[in-house]
């Protein structure tokens, strides 16, 4: 089968959009109808970080994938076999201490539909997806995505970074109460919007140390996201019209806790794990980090979840081995170094930097995905 075969098309049509987005709730949707689902995504299709920029071609663009010898009848879905969507963010790449921002496609909702399965199309559709970006976007930058099906990806130029999970659990038929006095604490839960101020020291933190991070390694680049409101905001409102729909009360969801500006933790309620998934956890110390996983327990615990799930690349590794004896002793079921199934995976636009793999991915945690 030539190349000539299959198309690659951008697409803004709704009645396309939502066909797509509906085939692929059959493996996200969870909880929620194929409708729900559709719903979910076009709220946040309006979010801030959705919205397109095409000066710099930031935000949500969708694609399907054809093969052009299935036959025609002149519908808009002819010909269809896979789809998926790219969520372009805001990035910092730093070559020699020089920071530049740029736009990093995150490849997502990659789905092929059942009966055209096994036959190559959806490598093929990255493979496209990926020259079309490269056709716009300058070398410097990257792609990236999260693998659920393994190594798969690394046939198409992406190279897997995977990170450990942190199950921080709890017994059911404990009497758990938390062993500190919250408001003597100055103990601050997080709402919708309620915590813009943690994220302007987060960005200035995460841009000085990939500064520094070049400095060291001047023969990498160093790539990262871009810290800001929008990319948690994705989270929370899948949290909030996941649970609404199966009949939690979300009006006053708590999503997330602070002790101060540079100690927080924010976190999404998964409620067909059912699990309480941390985005970002900053600590600057190691009584505050028990602190705020103590917090994060109890919120499970009154959300009937089973267990506290932290990506390990959240964890600052001075207090690693302390918190381990921590959790050990007062966590016991406690599972450390999980397989994290969702693979983090990159590839820099850099045919060089990629094959040499001479850079440094920065900020490889939770919340920059989606």
Not at 24 to 35: C, H
Not at 271 to 286: I, R
Request: hydrophobic share 35%; with cysteine; proline share 5%.
């Amino acid at each position: 089968m030539s190349t000539a075969q299959y198309k690659l098309e951008y697409t803004t049509d709704p009645d396309i959009i939502k066909f797509n987005r509906v085939q692929n709730s059959e493996v996200w949707r969870g909880p929620m109808t194929p409708e729900e689902y559709n719903e979910r995504e076009e709220k946040a299709a309006r979010l801030q970080i959705s919205l397109q920029d095409h000066s710099n071609y930031a935000g949500l663009y969708c694609f399907s994938f054809k093969d052009l010898s299935l036959p025609d009848n002149g519908g808009k879905l002819d010909q269809i076999v896979a789809a998926c969507e790219t969520l372009n963010k805001r990035a910092w790449v730093v070559v020699n201490g020089e920071l530049k921002e740029i736009i990093a496609p995150c490849v997502g909702g990659v789905y092929t539909l059942p009966q055209h399965r096994k036959k190559g199309y959806a490598e093929k559709m990255i493979s496209a997806v990926n020259e079309y970006w490269k056709e716009k976007l300058p070398s410097d930058t990257f792609m990236f995505l999260m693998s659920e099906v393994g190594p798969f990806y690394e046939r198409c130029g992406y190279i897997g970074h995977a990170v450990p999970v942190l199950k921080v659990q709890y017994a059911h038929t404990d009497n758990y109460k938390l062993p500190f006095d919250e408001e003597a604490e100055g103990v601050e839960y997080l709402g919708w919007d309620n915590y813009e101020d943690l994220i302007i020291p987060f960005h200035d933190r995460v841009k000085a140390e990939i500064v520094e991070l070049s400095k060291q390694n001047k023969d990498k680049h160093i790539f990262s996201l871009v810290p800001n409101m929008n990319q948690l905001t994705w989270f929370h409102l899948r949290d909030l019209h996941c649970g609404a729909i199966i009949g939690k009360n979300v009006t006053n969801s708590k999503l997330g806790v602070k002790l101060d500006k540079d100690n927080f933790m924010v976190w999404f309620h998964e409620w067909d794990t059912p699990e309480l998934k941390v985005t970002k956890l900053q600590a600057t110390s190691l009584e505050n980090l028990i602190k705020l996983i103590q917090l994060g327990v109890q919120e499970a615990k009154n959300t009937d979840f089973a267990q506290l799930y932290i990506w390990e690349s959240s964890i600052p590794e001075e207090y690693k081995e302390q918190l381990s004896e921590y959790l050990k002793v007062n966590f016991p079921t406690t599972k450390f170094s999980q397989v994290n199934t969702s693979i983090p995976s990159i590839m820099p636009l850099d045919d060089k930097v990629r094959e040499e793999k001479s850079y440094i991915w920065a900020e490889n945690d939770k919340w920059g995905w989606y």
